[in-house]
């Protein structure tokens, strides 16, 4: 065992459903509304009603022209639908129309960097990349004894992308899901949310001796977090290896992969495209994609997440590692952009985010306070109107009431005391109550000074600026001298 683990390397193609972000289905105009009552969302189209006909979101077609443009496809300027035909409760029509023969978009490539090591890169081909149509949701009853089926499902748009079989470990396939996510949640294509079944994986798996031929595969559908992923493909890994070691041949087939267990089974023998009848669909038209289109697409395409933390380090002056934070999530980005285009200066909008706001945030809720309000708060303290402590302090109220801070730090008298002369005066009488700190920093004692900044900002309640009383110190104890 342990040496076919060394002498062997797992290999790992991948195919992904994206569930795509447009507001209607693909073929009929119902809402693709997440957590709707069941049944609440379909029609004669989606569930396949005799006499019904499908017609074809146009946005679908753009969000895999667009998918196919931040994959660095090919895209086909004639492509159809066609038609896979199976039974499963889940499906009313008993087929589902998808893309076999002349899939959108073909022949990408995505350059991938692992986390570990920034300088290792490797290139994930894109096999093809098509669209269809998911299916409704069963629901099992915990006894056992009953299944329900939720409709809203069927119809909603997703893209299905097949990569070559070109990842050879479970650090590759989470740093290739992490890329694709943020090409597919910038480009505005889908929100990618494992958790909520926005994006799920299927992990086809084998193991062989490098430089000989692909090992026979196995397929794990449907796994929902990169947690099962990974476990997935170890459990997997060892398992092939054990079926090895034994003298036996890997089976070619689908298998469940349990996340409470970490252990797979053997569902069915792989099924191929022959088993499923697959023929073009008869009910739509041919797909003409002009280069005209195409030019459209990408003329509208948002900026990727590289694009905007190359902008906020070479426009704006935030440190790398911020400007990654701050993309992490695409609604934290566009929060800070729009923090920044009311007046904030980025840097510390960027800054007060990662540290403040990102704290107090629930994800999945809107922002606690507006940008709006943010940048004001953020342009009292850059103009030195307030200190870092009341800017703090005043942000945590801006919470749980509505404040405007301009105003708030007027009417709470919470402004800086910037009057030269009082400033002065207060640091020369702390100068004079202090004659053991004087002596101190006269004999060279460097703290002695903080001390006295310390006095001088009890002095003035807290509304002083620390490095501009200690200028003034250091000015007064020169003159005193
Ligand atoms: P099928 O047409 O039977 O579904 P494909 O050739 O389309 O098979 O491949 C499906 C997926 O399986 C792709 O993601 C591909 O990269 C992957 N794959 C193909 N062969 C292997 C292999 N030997 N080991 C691991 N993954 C594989
Ligand atoms: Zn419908
Ligand atoms: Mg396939």
Not at 144 to 151: A, I, T
Not at 155 to 179: H, N, Y
Not at 411 to 437: F, H, K, M, W
Not at 459 to 478: F, H, K, N, T, V
């Amino acid at each position: 065992m342990t040496e076919l683990r060394e002498t062997y390397e797992t290999v790992i193609g991948l195919e992904v459903h994206a569930e795509l972000r447009t507001e209607t289905k693909i073929f009929c105009g119902c809402s693709t509304r997440f957590g709707a009552a069941p049944n609440t969302l379909c029609c004669p189209v989606c569930t396949g009603q005799p006499g019904s006909l499908p017609r074809l979101n146009r946005r679908v077609v753009e969000h895999a022209i667009a998918a196919g443009l931040v994959l660095d496809c090919r895209i086909r300027r004639e492509t159809r639908m066609d038609r896979k035909n199976y039974f499963y409760p889940d499906l009313p029509k008993s087929y589902q129309i998808s893309q076999l023969y002349a899939p959108i978009c073909y022949d990408g490539a995505v350059r991938v960097r692992t986390p570990q090591e920034a300088a290792e890169k490797f290139t994930v081909r894109i096999h093809e990349l098509h669209m269809e149509e998911d299916a409704g949701k069963l629901i099992h009853s915990e006894d056992g004894k009953h299944s329900l089926v939720d409709y809203n499902r069927c119809g909603v748009p997703l893209l299905e992308i097949v990569t070559e079989p070109d990842l050879r470990s479970a650090e590759q396939v989470v740093a290739f899901l992490k890329e694709l996510r943020d090409r597919l949640l910038y480009a505005g294509i889908s929100d990618c949310r494992m958790q909520e079944g926005s994006m799920r994986v299927d992990v086809n798996l084998s193991v062989h001796k490098p430089g000989t031929p692909l090992g026979t595969r196995t397929e794990m559908k449907n796994l929902s977090s990169f947690r099962s992923v990974r476990q997935a493909i170890a459990a997997e890994t060892k398992r092939q290896l054990a079926v090895l070691a034994a003298g036996g041949a890997v089976r070619q087939e689908t298998r469940r992969f349990d996340e409470a267990t970490g252990e797979s089974v053997g569902m069915r023998s792989k099924e191929n495209a022959e088993d499923y009848r697959y023929f073009p669909e008869p009910d739509l038209p041919l797909i003409r994609i002009s280069p005209e289109w195409i030019a459209q697409v990408k003329a509208s395409l948002p900026k990727s997440r590289r694009e905007r933390q190359a902008y906020y380090a070479s426009a704006w002056g935030l440190p790398a590692y911020d400007a990654e934070l701050l993309t992490e999530d695409a609604d934290v980005a566009d929060f800070f952009e729009r923090t920044a285009a009311a007046g904030a200066p980025p840097k510390e909008a960027g800054k007060f985010i990662l540290t403040e706001l990102l704290r107090v945030r629930k994800e999945g809720e809107p922002f606690p306070v507006t940008p709006e309000a943010l940048a004001e708060l953020l342009r009292l303290l850059a103009d030195g109107r307030i200190n870092r402590t009341t800017a703090k302090e005043i942000f945590t109220r801006m919470l749980s009431e509505p404040i405007a801070p301009a105003e708030y730090v007027k009417a709470q008298g919470l402004s800086l005391v910037s009057d030269e002369t009082a400033l002065r005066e207060t640091a020369e009488r702390i100068l004079r109550e202090n004659p053991e700190a004087v002596q101190d920093y006269r004999n060279g004692k460097q703290k002695a000074i903080g001390y006295l900044v310390g006095q001088t900002m009890k002095a003035l309640r807290g509304r002083g600026q620390a490095e501009r009383i200690r200028g003034l110190l250091e000015e007064a104890l020169g003159r005193l001298e």
